[in-house]
């Protein structure tokens, strides 16, 4: 998303060796960013042939193979076909289809998530307006025609390559959505209106700034799936409906607070050396524990519960995923259900055990901790609108 808005700002500055360098590591970040670069080169080549350069058609033609920064343009291209070739394409799932369910889930997260249905309003209502008027001509923006090749041709790509919902898979269409609302919003206020136009782009940072942080647009709540985690709820743009959240809820930092309030909990069954136990949210055990590999119970490999080991740094009173001279280790153990806990404690012996749940997630199992097992202390620990719970149990079933 940022290397984008610098290969941006050096095509308007026409600084073409900047823009070729951030536009090969543009390229690299994600396999249809090589898309958005070449339409944005596209454009460049046809922005000047249709509106920059004189001549018969022939003469514009003849231009453009003279131009050495559209070989450097190439060059990206070439790299990235070879690089391709000797490591392969994405290891994901996803594939070239049209599907009208699909279609229009992808364009609530590209036109909707975290107040994009502002901007998409902004962009249709007033393009149509400078149209009506005709005072949007893209000839006047040398910028204009790289910026709508690039944007659209990635937001058909995104329509049209059928994969996982994530929002973090179209962090770029929010960047195109910004510049084409702001440049519309200038364009039609700034002369007769400033006051008007700079109190608009105040509330719109405001906005932006504040759902970096914590989800608050209602619009985004009433048409995406939401989880309640606390005080506060999350939403999901996953396509299934009894899909746990993953990376489907990764579209501000709100959801990296769930570690803060997962680590408070787990500071006094670290030190009490209880065993800890995760509940493997829709049996996926990566949901609540990123720091293990994805992996669903009933795969080769896992049962119904998973075992792994992670690091505790007591200095930083936080888990990591290495070891390290400052870091003592212990055992995490993820469960599907009561049944893999008892088969799991028939296993392991010893005298108290921890389970930490959300409320969206692993109260199924608490309930049966507290019908089968002999409670010691139920706890909450708050972060930032997460709540996460723990019940500490002996491990002898009542």
């Known amino acids: 998303m940022c290397l984008f808005t610098v290969v941006l700002y050096y095509t308007v500055k026409k600084q073409w060796l900047l823009q070729v360098i951030f536009g090969l590591f543009l390229s690299f970040t994600k396999e249809p960013a090589i898309l958005i670069y070449g339409m944005l080169c596209i454009g460049v080549v046809l922005n000047e042939a249709l509106f920059e350069d004189e001549g018969s058609v022939v003469v514009r033609i003849k231009n453009q193979f003279i131009r050495a920064r559209n070989y450097a343009f190439l060059s990206v291209a070439f790299l990235w076909v070879l690089t391709v070739a000797l490591i392969g394409f994405w290891g994901g799932e996803g594939g070239f289809q049209i599907d009208g369910a699909y279609i229009a889930e992808k364009l609530k997260v590209l036109c909707i998530l975290n107040f994009g249905w502002v901007f998409t309003a902004i962009i249709v209502c007033g393009g149509s307006v400078l149209l009506v008027r005709r005072k949007m001509r893209v000839e006047k923006k040398g910028w204009m025609l790289p910026l709508l090749l690039g944007g659209m041709s ?238 500490v149990f002996e491990g002898v079933a009542e």
């Open 154 to 391: 990635y937001i058909l790509f995104n329509c049209f390559f059928k994969t996982i919902n994530h929002p973090r898979y179209v962090s770029i269409v929010p960047v195109f959505l910004y510049i084409l609302a702001v440049y519309l919003l200038v364009q039609l206020l700034w002369k007769e209106h400033c006051r008007l136009l700079t109190g608009i782009l105040s509330v719109l940072a405001a906005l932006m700034l504040i759902s970096s942080f914590c989800t608050i647009d209602p619009l985004s709540k009433r048409v995406f799936r939401t989880f309640p985690i606390g005080s506060s709820v999350m939403i999901s743009t996953g396509i299934d409906s009894d899909s746990a959240p993953g990376d489907a809820v990764i579209y501000n930092k709100e959801v990296l607070w769930l570690e803060r309030a997962l680590c408070d909990a787990m500071e006094g069954a670290i030190e009490a050396e209880n065993t800890i136990n995760f509940p493997a949210l829709n049996n996926g055990y990566y949901y609540f524990n990123g720091f293990v590999g994805v992996a669903r119970a009933g795969h080769v490999g896992y049962s119904e519960y998973l075992h792994c080991t992670q690091y505790w740094n007591g200095r930083a009173d936080r888990r990591e995923m290495l070891p390290s001279e400052r870091n003592e280790s212990f055992d995490v153990y993820e469960v599907t259900n009561v049944q893999a806990l008892e088969t799991l404690f028939e296993k392991v012996e010893f005298d108290q055990a921890a389970y930490f749940y959300l409320e969206f997630g692993g109260e199924e199992i608490a309930d049966a901790i507290k019908a089968r097992y002999r409670v010691v202390q139920e706890q909450e620990f708050h972060y930032r609108g997460w709540v996460v719970y723990e019940i």
